[in-house]
């Protein structure tokens, strides 16, 4: 992922339509510098692929095993 910072003011001259779209497509982060020095940045929303179906038991008991040590 590639990282730019912009000014509010840069911002501004930018339709925010585009911008959007130029992070998702290029898959980047924009972070936007406001006047004050705090900064807000724009990603696109990462999604995790589904963890695998594992096939397995847990032995009964099994609490007491860990919790009822001396």
Excluded: C, F
């Excluded at 807000?40 to 040590?69: F, T």
Aim: glycine share 6%; net charge positive.
């Amino acid at each position: 992922m590639t990282n730019q910072t912009l000014t509010l003011e840069e911002l501004k001259q930018q339709p925010v339509e585009k911008m959007l779209m130029d992070i998702v497509k290029q898959h980047m982060i924009v972070t936007i510098r406001l006047p004050g020095g705090e900064e807000v940045a724009i990603e696109p929303k990462s999604y995790l692929k589904p963890l695998p179906a594992l096939r397995g038991y847990i032995p009964k008991g099994w609490k007491d095993a860990i919790y009822n040590q001396s």
